[in-house]
């Protein structure tokens, strides 16, 4: 079955850290880039992250730049993104998204996972 | 950044109608746009990309058109099920991909 399954979100205080995986299933994870997109409680989309099918070149929205970190581990089909520092506005729902593209990135996104709620407060 | 603007931010419409909404971008970005739909609670989906492509597996009701900095999505026959927010996004800038704000159809 082809999905993407988010895991390791939860409530932190402001200035704490949290990693966040995405297990990827029934399609060849390594051939493709990945994003991170989340979605603040009523909000729209926002762009976080991607990484290149092989994870040589990654990419940051200017909100998260210096503060998350996005990775893979292609032999365990999984995604993953660190991310300390952080603040209130960072909450938000975060999904893992599949690049359209094979190798070339197309930057949109054809398969998505349920996402994990990510809450900073104090 | 390149600001994306949907209208209207929410319709109301009725099932049969054709619904048309719009996209517009603040600078050419050719083709590189792309149609989302979500509904509550769950993830967005692919509708449509490069402005006019239906992605594999979405009904033929729904099309894309336009170019440059105008773009719309039409519903050609509302069903049940289309009642949803939907989003479009340009990929024209990368990096810095945006997101429209999103356009609520309601049940009339």
């Known amino acids: 079955q082809v999905q993407l399954v988010e895991s390791g979100g939860g409530v932190v205080q402001p200035g704490g850290s949290l990693r966040l995986s995405c297990a990827a299933s029934g399609f060849t994870f390594s051939s493709y880039g990945m994003h991170w997109v989340r979605q603040a409680p009523g909000k729209g989309l926002e762009w976080v992250a991607f990484i290149r099918y092989d994870g040589s070149n990654k990419y940051y929205a200017d909100s998260v730049k210096g503060r998350f970190t996005i990775s893979r581990d292609n032999s365990k089909n999984t995604l993953y993104l660190q991310m300390n520092s952080l603040r209130a506005e960072d909450t938000a729902v975060y999904y893992c998204?599949?690049?359209?593209?094979?190798?070339?990135?197309?930057?949109?996104?054809?398969?998505w996972g349920r996402g994990t709620l990510v809450t900073v407060s104090s | 950044d390149i600001q994306m603007t949907q209208s209207p931010s929410s319709l109301s419409a009725s099932v049969g109608d054709r619904v048309t909404i719009t996209c517009r971008a603040s600078q050419s970005i050719s083709s590189y746009l792309n149609w989302y739909q979500q509904k509550p609670g769950k993830a967005p989906k692919l509708l449509i990309y490069a402005a006019s492509s239906l992605q594999s597996g979405v009904p033929s009701r729904f099309s894309g058109s336009g170019s440059g900095t105008d773009f719309t999505l039409t519903i050609s026959s509302l069903q049940p099920e289309d009642f949803a927010t939907y989003y479009c996004?340009?990929?024209?800038?990368?990096?810095?991909?945006?997101f429209g704000q999103g356009t609520r159809l309601e049940i009339k």
């Open positions: 996004q340009q990929s024209y800038s990368t990096p810095s991909i945006t």
């Open positions: 998204a599949k690049d359209r593209g094979s190798f070339y990135a197309d930057w949109y996104f054809d398969l």
